[in-house]
């Protein structure tokens, strides 16, 4: 939904309405708030209403990184309804209800919003979870609520830096004193990054992330960039310790045309699911690689797949099993790929595996990242980004790759 709705700012946000209820805190209740490990406190204090805990809106998201103004925290006084603007993101709802629009999507809440006698609106606290992605827990024996940000959204939120030119994120969540970088141009150590950053602030740069898996410590995110006017595919790979970015690798590759079947490096299936297989599937994947790609049995090869069903965005290829088939024969006949495999890392959630691997494509050693989506079983989709691994006298760390 992009179009704004009209809307009645006021001073403080939120007016009572004496068509809506409002409700008084409880005194006794002395409920914290602790966001990333810090306790906030704030003048409107948080309450409890039918076993349900209410945390003040404003206060809260303000300290969540939403802007504290009435471009982006916006009261419509005719509908008594609250609208949150945060990047690309619309949040919708009114007063009373227990559903709110996230974009285009309708969330139901456990609760509803409600108003407080100095008029303030409160939210249920999985608001934050269920509409904002944090981690919301309650501990009832200390009365606290704890709001978290995810690793996936610490990643994100780096990521986007490059877009921003803001290095408040990457201040926030890469570690002062261990930052491992990979990335073989850049020095490791979180400074040289955020000087970057700062470089990049007008620079039109874009970082449109299309998938981001978690495993343990790992993150990694899949999407296009437009650096300067010249579109790439990458893939980032963050590494957390405590809470913070400790190494980062990646993977580029130049945004091609689309493949024969008209798919691109990007595009294709984004949801996350199956999260009861994640183990399954990382097996699967395991097992695909070193039969496949590391010669162990690559007549397995066609048994991974459900019959011919199969997407590739790989530049090269089009759909199915057959052309893939065809397409490897042809690439070994003309020595394009040589030897085998040696894989790095195996990262996985639920319907998608990424597989970090070294190979020799053309007689030049390179670094392979393959995504996997996974359906009943079966490979069903696939994504791919191959980067040459530059001579050792080039590198500005002394990491590797890998």
């Not at 001073?11 to 966001?35: E, H």
């Not at 970057?196 to 898996?213: E, F, H, P, S």
């Not at 069903?309 to 052309?323: C, F, L």
Request: net charge negative.
């Amino acid at each position: 939904m992009k179009k704004r709705i009209a809307s009645c700012v006021v001073t403080g946000l939120f007016l009572i309405s004496s068509s809506m209820p409002a409700f008084a805190s409880d005194a006794k209740a002395d409920i914290k708030i602790m966001i990333d490990g810090q306790q906030e406190t704030y003048t409107d204090a948080p309450m409890m209403q039918n076993n349900q805990v209410l945390l003040p809106l404003r206060a809260v998201v303000t300290k969540l990184g939403f802007q504290d103004d009435n471009e982006h925290i916006v009261w419509n006084a005719a509908e008594k309804s609250v609208t949150l603007h945060k990047d690309n993101t619309k949040i919708y709802f009114r007063l009373g209800s227990q559903e709110a629009n996230v974009g285009d999507n309708l969330i139901s809440l456990p609760a509803a919003s409600v108003l407080s006698e100095n008029g303030k609106t409160y939210v249920p606290a999985d608001f934050f979870k269920q509409i904002l992605g944090k981690q919301v827990t309650w501990d009832a024996s200390s009365k606290s609520v704890s709001i978290t940000t995810s690793k996936k959204e610490k990643a994100t939120l780096v990521l986007k830096s490059f877009e921003t030119g803001d290095p408040a994120a990457m201040e926030k969540w890469i570690s002062p004193d261990t930052y491992i970088q990979h990335n073989l141009a850049f020095p490791s150590g979180r400074e040289t990054v955020i000087g970057a950053i700062k470089q990049l602030k007008g620079a039109g740069v874009t970082y449109d992330i299309k998938r981001v898996i978690e495993d343990g410590d790992y993150v990694a995110a899949h999407a296009e960039v437009n650096l300067f006017g010249s579109k790439k595919a990458v893939f980032d790979i963050f590494r957390f310790e405590n809470g913070k970015i400790v190494e980062h690798w990646d993977n580029l590759q130049d945004l091609a045309a689309p493949n024969p079947s008209g798919h691109s490096l990007v595009d294709g299936a984004t949801e996350v699911a199956d999260l009861d297989k994640t183990e399954a599937n990382k097996a699967l994947i395991n097992q695909f690689y070193k039969d496949v790609f590391m010669g162990e049995n690559p007549a397995a090869f066609p048994t991974y797949y459900n019959g011919d069903n199969y997407t590739q965005h790989n530049p090269m290829i089009g759909d199915g099993v057959s052309t893939v088939m065809k397409a490897f024969e042809e690439f070994a006949k003309q020595g394009v790929i040589s030897g085998t495999s040696t894989m790095h890392k195996l990262i996985g959630e639920g319907n998608f595996v990424l597989v970090i691997s070294e190979s020799n494509f053309g007689g030049k050693p390179s670094a392979v990242y393959d995504l996997f989506r996974v359906d009943n079983g079966k490979i069903a989709e696939h994504w791919d980004i191959i980067e040459v691994i530059p001579p050792k006298d080039q590198w500005k760390n002394e990491n590797g790759k890998f």
